[in-house]
């Protein structure tokens, strides 16, 4: 799963190809939105929402309007009118960005949605989930989300007061419901729960100052919002950039100790991977 500052990315990305651009070529490689045409509409924003990517649309611009005949002049914008295409990036989905002409570096196969300005394509390859749904109802999609730790809303006591709604949870798995908290993918919980010295499936409601944990959840993540390879252990180039994840069998960074491994969750799509050194976290 992406993690919420590979989508914060993601969406830097697509603001600075797209961004009060007029679409003049939409492709939706979906079945359900396959005839949709959203050329001739202009991007308004570009939005990351947790692990949800939102760019909006809106018909009625200035641009539009000049290159509109003369007789029908563009419909007025309506805030109420727009569209909001919808992605997730899940396992594998990746937007590029390309140049008129430009030879895409993914299969073409592969690609989930295109869209087109003038000078530039953004193409959704992989893409978990891609829809377009009107901006007015994207609540259905985000509403549930707790505070993002990487937007405007952002609220650490609401975070802290959602993960510890269920004491008995396993910390990652809290640490991973978007609903308490939105941004956290399975690298950040295993981190997480090194950088605070608990495993990954103690209780929530049993760690010791569950704020510091909520503290460094928004430390970790706003510190590799920029930085074009996440690192979670400040070392440099071609060392360690986790402490525990994906490290089984290696020796912990700090003791030395051989790194365990298991499954935690229920349900073959619930179930995920925990990393913990057993001498640094109890
Ligand atoms: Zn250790």
Known sequence: MPEGDSVYKAAAKLRAALDQQVLTRTDFRVPAFATLDLSGQTVTSVVPRGKHLLIRVAEGTDIAAADAPAPTPA???????????????????????????????????????????????????????????????EDSIVGHLGPDLLGPDWDASLALTNLLSDPARPVALALLDQRNLAG????????????????????????????RLVALAFKA?????????????GLPRGKPRYWVHGRRGEACLRCGTRIESDQLGTGPTDTRSMWWCPSCQK
């Open 75 to 137: 419909p007025a914008s309506d805030p109420g009118s727009g569209l909001t295409i919808h992605s997730h990036l899940k396992m594998e989905g990746v937007w590029q960005i390309y140049g008129a002409g430009e030879r895409w570096r993914k299969p073409s196969y592969l690609a989930r949605g295109v869209l087109s300005t003038a000078t530039k394509t953004a193409v959704g390859f992989e893409l978990g989930l891609l829809e377009v749904v009107p901006t007015a109802s």
């Open 184 to 211: 956290l993918g399975n690298v950040f919980a295993n981190e997480l729960s090194f950088l605070r010295g608990v495993r990954p499936h103690t209780p929530i409601g049993e760690i010791a100052d569950p704020k």
């Open 221 to 233: 993540i706003t510190v590799n919002k920029d930085r074009p390879i996440r690192n979670l252990t």
